[in-house]
């Protein structure tokens, strides 16, 4: 492997762990996710998330407690928060002295149907886009067509 490759796998994981249990939210019907990110000294510690859904927040997972992957995780959530908005998904942060709390909302109308098994890999490429997929969110491709020139 590649020193580059080493350096993003926690990123890659992190993602991956995201998709995977904001997938399982959205298939129970729970549309808004929040993740929070507890700090102790100063350093990202925990990772919890919980969903709402009709009987307001739950607990989704257990505490995730591996250093290495709650420090992606962090850095993954700040990077989504800092978008902000999406044609599919909405970003909130909050920040208390030990915690940074994320919540994603999703429009479920927006999402389509998709099936069970593809959701994570959807929300993959919804969430993570790179930058030549910028072009496709609707909001960045409202242009005015071209005036047509010498046409006869």
């Not at 808004?32 to 859904?53: C, F, M, N, Y």
């Not at 709390?101 to 886009?129: N, P, Y």
Request: proline share 4%.
């Amino acid at each position: 492997m590649t020193r580059s490759t080493d350096e993003n796998s926690p990123i890659d994981k992190a993602r991956q762990f995201l998709c995977d249990e904001i997938a399982r939210c959205l298939r129970n019907h729970r549309y808004t996710v929040r993740v929070r990110i507890i700090e102790s000294g100063g350093k990202p510690s925990q990772a919890l998330l919980d969903s709402h859904g009709e009987n307001g927040w739950q607990k989704e997972s257990q505490p995730i407690a591996d250093r290495l992957l709650v420090s992606a995780i962090h850095e993954t959530m700040a990077m989504l928060a800092a978008k902000e908005h999406h044609d599919v998904w909405s970003a909130r942060r909050q920040s208390r002295a030990d915690e940074h709390d994320t919540e994603l909302q999703f429009h479920r109308e927006k999402l389509g149907d998709h099936a069970a098994d593809k959701l994570a890999s959807v929300l993959m490429g919804v969430l993570f886009r790179d930058h030549h997929d910028s072009s496709k969110d609707s909001r960045r491709n409202i242009r005015t067509p071209p005036p047509k020139h010498g046409q006869r």
